[in-house]
């Protein structure tokens, strides 16, 4: 069975410092999906990175960095010089891809990000 | 594109009453997916569709819960009889075939609260 363990409950920092969210999950599947979600205090869920199993770069996009590691089964989420608006609850969620099509998402609890101004 | 739809966005019903949450996946996107999110356990898959089929339902709660879709940008969500303890907020989401090559996209969900 799959399982996505965000073993941070709640982080707080102050603004302009780095952060990095941690995210270890459990596949007995080798080709699967890697997703950062954000959730704002708005509520809504939204989409940040998908990775597949079989591509581990670094990915950057702004301030945000991604590190997939396999060897550790983690996949880790950083915030360079964290802002206010970065406040937020960060799920990390895996999908396992089988030949029935999409599956479903496996969330982890989910990490409460403050960013402090 | 106008995402994925989902409606009404707030719901109060009394315990006992039928509710129905309905959704409208984009359009083009085969798997629709229902998802709730609570405190307690956080956001867990309740049922998913493929090409308007159900795929896997081992998700849902209780026979109290039903999900159909009879149509490709249709699908509802069913609670009969409600209860308090299904207070959640209820995404729906869609995504193409494959996740590789479309992720899943999420709806603004529905808050119900059962009373």
């Known amino acids: 069975a799959q399982k996505v363990t965000q073993a941070q409950t709640e982080i707080s920092v102050v603004e302009k410092e780095d952060v990095t969210l941690d995210c270890v999950y459990e596949t007995r599947d080798t080709t699967y999906y890697l997703f950062w979600y954000k959730q704002p205090p708005s509520g809504e869920l939204v989409f940040l990175i998908r990775?597949?199993?079989?591509?581990?770069q670094n990915e950057i996009s702004g301030r945000y960095s991604w590190n997939f590691q396999k060897s550790t089964s983690s996949f880790n989420f950083t915030i360079t010089a964290s802002q206010v608006v970065d406040s937020a609850v960060y799920f990390c969620a895996l999908s396992e891809a089988t030949g029935r099509g999409a599956d479903g998402l496996t969330f982890g609890k989910g990490t409460h990000l403050i960013i402090q101004p | 594109d106008a995402g994925v739809i989902q409606s009404p966005r707030h719901e109060v019903t009394e315990m006992g009453q039928e509710v129905t949450l309905r959704c409208k996946p984009i359009s083009g996107h085969n798997s629709l997916f229902w998802y709730r999110q609570t405190m307690m356990r956080g956001l867990e898959l309740l049922i998913y569709?493929?090409?308007?089929?159900?795929?896997?339902d081992s998700g849902m709660p209780e026979d109290r819960f039903s999900a159909k879709m009879p149509n490709a940008s249709f699908s509802t969500l069913k609670i009969q009889p409600s209860e308090p303890r299904d207070s959640a907020v209820y995404f729906c989401?869609?995504?193409?075939?494959?996740?590789?090559?479309?992720?899943?996209?999420f709806g603004s969900g529905t808050r119900l609260t059962v009373v």
């Open positions: 990775r597949n199993s079989f591509d581990e």
């Open positions: 989401a869609s995504s193409p075939q494959r996740t590789g090559f479309g992720g899943y996209t």
């Open positions: 569709f493929n090409n308007n089929v159900p795929i896997d």
